[in-house]
């Protein structure tokens, strides 16, 4: 399980927005959509949680 992602807070009022890799945010959930995976995300310097699509860069599941 990686600890740091790539990705980075949506909230524009978060001090880490648009930054990647500082390690703030984390996944918390999957759910299965019909495209595919989403993932939740948690942000533990503001606390917004959202959900973006997994990205598929082994092509998994197709
Ligand atoms: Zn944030």
């Known amino acids: 399980m990686p600890r740091f992602l790539?990705?980075?807070c949506p909230n524009e009022s978060c001090s880490l927005f648009g930054i990647a890799?500082?390690?703030?945010?984390?996944?918390?959930g999957t759910y299965q959509i019909n495209s595919g995976k989403m993932r939740k995300?948690?942000?533990?310097?503001c606390g917004t949680?959202?959900?973006l699509a997994s990205v598929q860069d082994h092509q998994e599941g197709i």
């Open 49 to 51: 949680k959202y959900a």
């Open 6 to 8: 790539d990705v980075a």
């Open 21 to 28: 890799g500082k390690g703030n945010v984390t996944v918390y």
């Open 41 to 45: 995300y948690v942000c533990h310097t």
